[in-house]
């Protein structure tokens, strides 16, 4: 009989054994291949030597806490998508997991149905992100062009100006999720990095700079929007 093929791969990083245990069982009974370790250290050397699809990361473990983890990973550059599990349940312990990188946060005791969907959603969203297509270095619409190696554009007169690294890393992000409303802490996290966190207003004045290069009638955009307590958004 032929194997079925596993859904994805999970680190589990937990030191309590009963519950390492009890995850792994329940992860592998949904089809899941889930490496489990009980610490930090470990984490990390898993980490560098195999592909994950997802990280479980408990953020009381010994050696190495589950926030240091998570930043030491950030560092490399590694998108893996990462869900914290921890006993504690403030809202300021779940703002700095997501500030230290984080995906997503889940307090224990938790529901294992939970657990299940939000490990889903997250291992869905991540391979189509990396499925999407991404943009090449030359990118026109209408009269206007980007040219991100040469980091400069042409406005809706096409007249030539400089951009910024930022913006450039801005421009095509938005450009790479065309349609789709990309959230303020995704452009945080990849435009600016997971250590500095501007305001909103920040990332306000860019999109309001992309207005005045790309818009005929910036007051009323037809490129480049902002959803309101969500993100923003590039339409062509």
Not at 61 to 83: A, F, H, K, W, Y
Not at 86 to 99: C, V
Not at 108 to 115: G, T, V
Not at 189 to 218: C, H, M
Request: net charge neutral.
């Amino acid at each position: 009989m032929k194997q079925k093929e596993t859904k994805a791969s999970i680190l589990l990083v937990e030191d309590e054994e009963n519950l390492r245990e009890t995850l792994t069982l329940n992860l592998e009974m949904e089809n899941y291949e889930v490496t489990a370790v009980d610490n930090g250290v470990a984490a990390l050397m898993a980490i560098k030597n195999e592909y994950f699809d997802l990280l479980i990361l408990d953020i009381m473990l010994p050696e190495m806490d589950g926030l240091s983890v998570c930043e030491n990973i950030r560092i490399q550059n590694n998108d893996t998508p990462i869900l914290f599990l921890s006993a504690r349940n403030s809202s300021a312990d779940r703002i700095e997991g997501l500030k230290k990188g984080g995906d997503d946060y889940l307090v224990k005791p938790f529901n294992l149905e939970e657990l299940l969907l939000r490990i889903e959603k997250l291992i869905v969203k991540n391979k189509k992100l990396k499925d999407r297509s991404l943009v090449s270095d030359v990118y026109t619409f209408g009269k206007c062009r980007i040219d991100f190696s040469a980091q400069e554009g042409r406005d809706k007169d096409g007249k030539a100006f400089p951009l910024s690294k930022r913006e450039s890393t801005l421009l095509k992000l938005l450009i790479e999720h065309k349609g789709e409303v990309v959230s303020r802490e995704h452009i945080l996290q990849a435009v600016w990095g997971y250590n500095v966190y501007p305001t909103t207003r920040t990332i306000d004045n860019f999109i309001l700079n992309f207005r005045k290069y790309f818009e005929k009638d910036s007051r009323n955009p037809k490129h480049f929007h902002s959803v309101r307590g969500v993100g923003y958004k590039f339409t062509e």
